[in-house]
């Protein structure tokens, strides 16, 4: 569990989280970056820019 | 082997390749490209033994300024400097594809939104006018008209960055409302789909519906042509089937490849273990050139 640093919801998160993955808060839709993973930390995730894909 | 997954985000992409890498007992460095620093000599402590470096950066600045770096310190990036830059420029992907006699769209370029409307007249409507540099179809515009041209044009003058007074002006393709996607490996395509959508632009990204697709010979050879005109490397080949009637395509066009191939929704469109094969590939070019 981890919390929404956007709108305080809890996020049930699965196992094999990742450093670096990006999570949507199902309550308020923002993209939350995990920074860490045990345990659980959450922040929001950087702005995708103009030059982002592939 | 040592690998070191550079990454900005990590997407489904990157995760199915941590998980086959990690099972198949490989040691994976994950390296945040926000995190590194680059001087002129020395390769950063997270970038020390390592085997091999995939490049998964996302964005395309970070992916050609640390590829270049990489190269520099001389280690062995997946994919190279060279690809990167050819790919994350649509004018140098023309003109490779072309010099490489590939099949590619008619493409010019001009610097004026007058030599551009010139352009645009020359080959009719609708015409494509797509940025230098971008992806995902984003600010892509098919132009249907004059009026059209001229107000585009001139939103993209004001945009501010000098890459939007590059104007990049190509051909419509009137493709069967779908295009081709091939993930490849030094120019062996792992798997293959269609991308179809109701909209002129068929990006999985934009929500285009996928499926497995077959390859045949003529797509296969167009395939390795144009790796081997970008130098090689973990490519998205982006294909669109020309001359269509009830017996198929008479020929493919190549309007584009792709370096940092996201793979996602291929995967979920085929049989094929995607992450499996490009983890296969790994090992075999890291046994070559170790």
Redesign the interface.
């Given at each position: 569990m981890a919390e929404c640093v956007e709108c305080g919801a809890e996020l049930d998160l699965h196992e094999d989280l990742e450093v670096g993955e990006i999570v949507d808060c199902p309550t308020c839709g923002t993209e939350l970056e995990v920074i860490d993973v045990e345990p659980a930390v959450l922040d929001q995730a950087p702005e995708l820019e103009e030059d982002w894909g592939e | 082997m040592r690998v070191g997954l550079l990454?900005?985000?990590?997407?489904r992409d990157?995760?199915l390749l941590?998980?086959e890498l990690r099972e198949r007992g490989h040691e994976v460095e994950?390296i945040?490209v926000?995190r590194q620093r680059f001087g002129l000599t020395e390769a950063p402590e997270a970038f020390a033994d390592l085997d091999v470096v995939l490049d998964r950066c996302?964005?395309?600045?970070r992916s050609l300024y640390v590829t270049r770096f990489l190269d520099a310190y001389g280690v062995p990036v997946v994919n190279s400097h060279e690809t990167a830059r050819i790919c994350a420029d649509k004018v140098e992907n023309s003109l490779a594809l072309a010099a490489a006699g590939v099949p590619t769209p008619t493409t010019e370029v001009a610097f004026t939104v007058e030599s551009a409307l010139d352009i645009i007249e020359d080959f009719g409507y609708p015409c494509v006018l797509k940025p230098v540099?971008?992806?995902?179809g984003?600010l892509m515009a098919k132009i249907d008209s004059r009026d059209a041209a001229e107000a585009i044009l001139e939103h993209k003058e004001t945009l501010g960055?000098y890459e939007h007074k590059v104007f990049y002006i190509q051909e419509f393709v009137d493709k069967p409302g779908r295009d081709i996607r091939v993930l490849a490996t030094d120019g062996e395509p792992v798997a293959a789909m269609v991308r179809s959508s109701e909209h002129w632009l068929t990006n999985a990204?934009r929500g285009a519906e996928t499926d497995s697709f077959e390859l045949d010979d003529r797509a296969r050879e167009l395939v390795a042509e144009a790796s081997e005109a970008v130098g090689g490397g973990l490519l998205?080949v982006d294909l669109m089937e020309v001359g269509v009637d009830g017996d198929g395509a008479d020929d493919y066009t190549v309007h584009e490849v792709?370096?940092?191939?996201?793979f996602k929704a291929l995967d979920d469109t085929v049989e094929t273990d995607v992450a499996g094969d490009v983890v296969s590939w790994l090992e075999d070019r890291v046994e070559v050139d170790g």
């Open positions: - | 990454y900005s985000r990590i997407r990157e995760k941590l998980s994950k945040d926000r996302g964005a395309t600045s540099v971008g992806s995902w984003n960055h990204a998205g792709n370096h940092t191939v996201e």
